[in-house]
C-alpha cells in the first residue's frame, strides 16, 4: 500500500469546543491507483487531503505512507517528507509569479539539492510531458489557466513523488480546458502515478477508477478499485 | 534560487521598493550626519589645534586664548622663564590687536596678530612669502581686497583709534610681503600680521612688552599636562591650557550637539527598523498564500525565513548605501551654511567623515534591516499550512 490511514480524526476548536471535521476515516491506497474523494462543501475532503499529504496533523489515528508514519514525523521530518514523497495540485495553481514555467517546476527540484543541469532537464522532460514544451521561459501571467495548472502538474511530478494530491484541480478552468486535465489526470495514472483527487467534478469522478464519497467527516461511500 | 525569489519578489514592487529604499537611505544619511556631526566639531577643532604644532597655549589666568582683550605684561622675561623649562622646546609669543588701513575716505578695520616670523603658527603663506623685517606685514585675501591692495604696495596702517582727538594712532609704513591663510579666523574677517616688536611698538605704552597668548611646544616623551601644571604654579597669573584640556572645554560646550546627534541618530535607526519592517511585511502578507504552498510543496522553514530577511536586508544594505552618498552631500551643504556662522574659521568642519564610525553607523542601520525581518519571516515560517490555504481558497 502507498498509503493506509487508520481511524483518523482531526478537530478543531470552534468558539472553544472542539469540531471534528474528520470523524475516523480508514482508507487503503495502492500502488498505481487513481481515487476521487467526493462529497458535499464542509464534508471534510480537504481537511482529509490535508491529512493525506502531511500538511496538517490528525488528532487521533494513524496514517502511514510509503512506509513511513507520517503522523509522528517532526516539522521538520513532515517537511522533507512531503517534498520528496508527496506531489500536490492546488485549485489555484499556486505558482510563483516572479518565476519562469521552468523555474516553477525546478523549484522542489532545487529545494532537493539536485545539482542545476539534472533539475533544468527534469524541468524540460516535464514540461514536454504535459505539452508546455514552448513556454519554458514564460512567467505564470503570460500562461493560460489551463497552462498553469499543467505547471503545476509538472512541479508536484518534479521529485517523483509516491503519490500525488490534487484539491479540486478543475475548479478554476473552463469546461473544455477542464476535459483536457481530466484527460492529463488519466494519463499520469496510466503512466504509473498513484493519485487522490478531491473533486466537485463529476467528469473528473467518474475519470478515477475509485471514488470515495464522505460525508458530515466519514466514508459513506467507498467503490473499490475498478478496472 | 530561493535568494533569488526574494530579490524577484521586491523587483516586481518595483516602485514600493524604491519608495522604501529611498526612505531607508535618507534616514541612513541622517544617521551619518548625526555621526559626523557628533565628533566633527571636536575632531575638526582638535585639527585646528594640532595643526599650529603647539601643545599649550598660555594666557592671561582665566581667559581663553584671544576670548578678551586682556593681555600678559613682562613679556620677554616670561618667555625667556618658560623657555627655561626642560620640557618645552619652543615658545611663540603672539598679541592680538587691530589695525586701521585707509581707503579712499573711508578706512578698513580688521584684526592684527603680532607675531615671531619663522615659528609663528597662525597663519600659512599662500602668496608671497614670509615677514623678514619689522617693516613687513602678511595679510590674508579678504584684508588685501577690502582695502584694495596687493603684494609689494606700502601702506599706512594704524594700530588704534582716539576717539577723543579723532586720530589714529601707532601708524606705521608697512610692506605687503605675503598673502597668508589664516587658520584661526573665519572667512570674512579681515586679518594682517606684523611681528610682535612693530606690533607692541604701534600699540604704545599700553602694548609695550605684552603679549595675548604664548603657544608652547612640548618636548617628545613630556606631558603636556604636566608642564601645564607646572607652568601654572610657576607663572600664577597665567592659565596653560593644554590641547587636551581645550579639547574637554570644547566638549562641555559641545554637549548638547552629542546628545542632540544621539537621540537624532536614534530616530534615524527606528526610522529604518520600522520603514523595513512594515514594508516586508507587507510583502509577506500579501505573499502568504504563495509561502503557504512552499511550505506544502516541502520547503524548508529556515528557508523562509531567509528568503523573508534577505528582502529586509537587501532593502536596509542598498537604503545604507544610497544614504552613505546622500549623507555625505548633505553634510557637505549643512557644512557650507554652519561654517558661515560668524567667528568660526573658515576651514571648521561641522561635520568629519570617519570612515569606521560611518561603517559601523551603517552597519548598524543594516543589522537593523536584519532585526526587522526577524518578525515577518517568523510569521511566514510559522504559518498554519492548511488553514492558509483554506482561507486563502475561500478569500
Redesign the interface.
Known sequence: MVLSARDLRREYAVAGRPVAAVKGISLDVAAGEYVAIVGPSGCGK??LL?LL?A??RPTSGSLTIAGRDVSRLS??EA??????Q?G?V???F?L????TAA?NV???M???KLPRGAREARARELLGYVGLDGRADHRPFQLSGGEQQRVAIA??LA?RPALLLADEPTGELDARTGAEMIEMFARLNADGTTLVVVTHDEDLAKAAKRVVHLRDGVIVDDTGPRA | ??M??AI??L??RRARTALTTAGVAVAAAMLLDMVMLGSGMRESFRGFLEQQDYHLRMTPRGTMPFDSEATIGGATALLARVASDPDVAGVAPVLGGKLFVPRGDSVVSGFALGIAPGIQADYVIAEGREIAAPNETVWNGALLEAAGRRIGDTVRVSAGYDPQLRRFTGARELVIVGRGRFVMLSGGELAGAVTLATLQAMGGADRSDRISVALVRVRDGASADSVAARLERSEPQMSAISTEAALRFVDERLGYFRQLAFILASVSLAVGFLLVTTLVTVSVNERI??IA?????????W?IVAQVMVEGVVLSTVGAVMGLGLGLITAKWLNGILASFPGLPAAFDFFLFEPAAAYKALGLLVLCGILAGVWPAWRASTL???KT??E??VA
Open positions: 480537504s481537511t490535508n499529504g500538511i496538517d516539522d521538520a517537511t522533507r517528507f512531503r517534498l520528496t508527496i500536490f492546488f485549485q489555484r499556486y510563483m509569479p516572479t518565476l523555474e525546478e523549484l522542489p532545487a529545494e532537493a512541479r508536484a521529485n | 534560487m530561493l533569488r525569489l524577484a519578489t523587483w516586481r498564500g504563495e504552498v512552499l511550505r506544502a510543496i516541502g520547503v524548508a522553514r528557508r498554519p499550512i492548511a490555504l483554506r486563502e481558497a
